[in-house]
């Protein structure tokens, strides 16, 4: 892969609602430049998100290896998550609006690797404040920013 990336991020939440049901929301899919680089067994994707009704840029630092995904985001919003399978991680989220307690319970954290890019999917149970609140999906796709049919395959998905 190149160091110069295309990063797609999706994720699905299934909130649940007071009667035990899961509803699925929207989903929400980011797309970005970036960088990605391959350290000791480690696979780095560096890249910023901007939110809409903001100025500030948040820049996000994805480390992949062994079934574990670690999450930092800095700028707008403050947090480092941590994906694990089978184990239950606590972080806190600053955001514009205040921090929140997060437990994150990882269930899948699965990689496929090819030549030129990578898929990371990530099943998780989101808990805000110690109460179970989502069931939570997230895909990250990276490819080398060269390769011309990365939008297609991902439309086809």
């Known amino acids: 892969?190149?160091?110069?990336?295309?990063?797609r991020v999706r994720g699905i939440q299934f909130l649940v609602t007071q009667d035990q049901h899961a509803e699925e929301a929207e989903p929400v899919e980011v797309f970005?430049?970036?960088?990605?680089?391959f350290r000791?067994?480690?696979?780095?994707?560096?890249?910023?998100?901007?939110?809409?009704?903001f100025a500030e840029n948040?820049?996000?630092?994805?480390?992949?290896?062994?079934?574990?995904?670690e999450l930092r985001k800095r700028g707008l919003t403050n947090v480092h998550m941590v994906f694990e399978e089978q184990k239950k991680n606590i972080s806190y989220y600053q955001t514009p609006f205040g921090t929140m307690e997060?437990?994150?319970?990882?269930?899948?954290?699965?990689l496929e690797q090819g030549e030129d890019e990578m898929?990371?999917?990530?099943?998780?149970?989101?808990?805000?404040?110690?109460?179970?609140?989502?069931?939570?999906?997230?895909?990250?796709?990276?490819?080398s920013r060269g390769k011309k049919d990365f939008l297609n395959t991902e439309?086809?998905?």
């Open 155 to 157: 439309a086809q998905q």
């Open 119 to 143: 898929n990371v999917h990530i099943e998780y149970a989101l808990e805000v404040n110690e109460s179970h609140v989502a069931d939570c999906d997230i895909s990250i796709g990276v490819v």
């Open 40 to 53: 000791n067994g480690t696979h780095y994707i560096k890249y910023d998100e901007m939110m809409e009704g």
């Open 58 to 69: 948040t820049q996000n630092l994805i480390k992949i290896k062994n079934h574990s995904v």
């Open 32 to 37: 970005s430049m970036g960088e990605y680089y």
């Open 102 to 110: 997060m437990g994150i319970a990882a269930t899948r954290v699965d």
């Open 1 to 7: 892969m190149t160091k110069d990336v295309v990063v």
